[in-house]
């Protein structure tokens, strides 16, 4: 009764918000019906959820049984966000070719899990990716740390999906900009509440199948319309253009240090990502984590092809067609993050834009909703599980914090979201990325593969690197100038990495091996055991002595 009743109040916030918000554009009724399908399917799927979800491990992981095909899927459907549909799309349309130094970053991160991280993640984690960070080094410091990282790069990559969810909704209904964060909001605070990481994983699910197949149907079409040659697609957008600057790099990032920057964020900041690393304790062995990233690996790959094409395509398709160009501001209405859906329109007509639009809009609650699970995880498992409670907490009583932060995480995505309205969401997560590589990254790798770490080194390292990353895009233009409105950047470069992610290592080692108290030599001492276990997973569920 109380799903039907919030679906009914849910359909009429949107149609009365509609009719009284949307002068400026017609209904687009078929992408209403197709969003609210989908918006019940979800819901159906979380009640189904819910009442399967009894346990933390439920929780947290869905019970352990999700297989590696499975996981595969939903992995992909985590990290195809908005990010990645809407926002390198867009950088393709606005800058061309060099739109896809985003595309290669994300991607090439995946070879670093699939043979470094993936196998001993699962043998000695628990729940969290702090479970193996902890692992043989003190619980409390470690987890604090790991639990600031985690709602860092959480804060970072909620916000680019907000803006996504807010400036979709927004072209598609006529609402208000804040109306649209905030119905996604509410949205992604009750697929996480109620249905924990079992219905996450299956929106997760339904959500890739569904994207992979509208965004190849958009890419053959693209194709269709140019003769299936790349060539004239090419030329066609260079015409357009009227440059060929669009087919060479540096149009984006122009000077080495920002590109090497991003580089290293993109690269190593998948492996840090907390809601990506969560995924490989849903399965129940290595051997299914191996293969989860092995598919992961192949769909992820060929849907950033799919995105390249649809960036292309829509130079060709929107620049000349003044249904899709806004007169007032310039440029395609929306702006460019609408580059995706504006093309699936001139593709499809009504019935496909309502159809992408509900699919991205899957995207977004998707990936929102892992992120979330992730922050609430940090929270209740790390924070005040391990730390405040110190272990001795049941499991009822966790579950009820994870669901309190979930709520609290839902208000300052909404908080946030607004704030960066105007943000390129693909630039957005890159921060997101950063701050993983400079604090999570570093602290798992070398807990897993150096010996002689230490939790002082791990923590000094972690902290310096985190910091060094959050200070750096602070005074970065995307904050210091566009959100607080100085007028220069005291940073000059758009991404940190390059200094947090070296400031990080660098500071692990030499605070480690400064260490020589009695309890950095029983640390090193317990490395042989702890690399044992990561390689042959005998009773891999991890806890540390300490």
Do not use: C
Not at 141 to 154: D, E, Q, Y
Not at 392 to 414: N, P, Q, W
Not at 420 to 426: G, H, R, S, V
């Amino acid at each position: 009764m109380k799903w039907g009743l919030l679906l009914l109040t849910l359909s009429n916030f949107l149609f009365a918000a509609d009719a009284q918000f949307s002068g400026k554009r017609d209904l687009n009724t078929s992408a209403i019906i197709m969003f609210l399908l989908f918006v019940v399917a979800t819901l159906g799927i979380t009640y189904w959820a819910a009442k399967r979800t009894k346990t933390a491990k439920d929780f947290y992981t869905a019970g352990g049984g999700i297989t590696g095909f499975q996981n595969g899927l939903a992995i992909a459907g985590d990290y195809m966000s908005a990010a990645s549909f809407l926002g390198i799309s867009g950088l393709v349309y606005l800058k061309g070719f060099d739109g896809l130094i985003y595309s290669i970053g994300f991607l090439v991160g995946w070879p670093i899990i699939l043979f470094l991280v993936a196998e001993q993640l699962r043998n000695l984690g628990k729940y969290t990716f702090s479970d193996v960070a902890s692992y043989r080094l003190k619980q409390t410091p470690i987890r604090t740390l790991a639990a600031f990282g985690s709602l860092a790069t959480v804060a970072l990559y909620l916000i680019a999906q907000m803006v996504g969810a807010g400036q979709l909704i927004q072209i598609l209904f006529g609402l208000p900009y804040e109306y649209a964060v905030i119905m996604v909001g509410i949205l992604m605070i009750l697929y996480v509440t109620f249905g924990g990481m079992l219905a996450t994983t299956w929106v997760q699910i339904i959500k890739a199948v569904l994207l992979l197949s509208g965004a190849s149907f958009m890419a053959i079409m693209i194709m269709y319309k140019v003769g299936f040659s790349f060539e004239n697609l090419f030329a066609q957008a260079v015409e357009i253009k009227k440059t060929v600057a669009i087919l060479a790099p540096g149009g984006l990032v122009s000077d080495p240090i920002s590109a090497v920057s991003l580089g290293i964020a993109l690269m190593f900041g998948t492996a840090g990502l907390p809601h990506i690393l969560m995924r490989f304790f849903t399965v129940s062995d290595a051997k299914e984590a191996r293969k989860s990233v092995f598919f992961a690996t192949g769909f992820i790959g060929y849907f950033y092809i799919l995105t390249f094409i649809i960036g292309f395509g829509a130079i060709v398709l929107l620049s000349a067609d003044p249904q899709y160009l806004d007169a007032v501001k310039g440029g395609i209405i929306g702006g460019g993050n609408m580059a995706a859906i504006h093309t699936a329109h001139a593709i499809g007509g009504n019935i496909f834009l309502g159809f992408i639009s509900a699919v991205a809009f899957a995207t977004i609650l998707a990936v929102v909703s892992g992120l979330t699970l992730a922050g609430a995880s940090a929270v209740s498992h790390d924070l005040y599980a391990n730390v405040f409670a110190r272990g001795r907490v049941d499991e009822v009583t966790e579950m009820k914090v994870s669901k309190y932060s979930t709520i609290a995480l839902g208000i300052v995505a909404i908080i946030l979201g607004i704030a960066f309205e105007k943000q390129n969401i693909a630039f957005m997560v890159g921060l997101a990325f950063a701050i993983a590589a400079s604090s999570n990254f570093p602290i798992l790798f070398l807990s897993m593969f150096w010996g002689k770490l230490t939790t002082k080194g791990a923590v000094w390292g972690g902290s310096l690197g985190l910091l060094t990353a959050i200070v750096l895009v602070v005074l970065s233009k995307a904050v210091w100038v566009d959100i607080l409105g100085n007028k220069t950047a005291i940073y000059a470069y758009g991404n940190p990495a390059i200094f947090s992610v070296t400031i990080a290592f660098v500071g692990i080692w030499l605070f480690s091996i400064m260490d020589k108290s009695e309890d950095a030599k029983a640390e090193m001492a317990a490395y042989e055991h702890q690399f044992i276990r990561s390689q042959t997973g005998i009773g891999a569920e991890g806890a540390s002595s300490h």
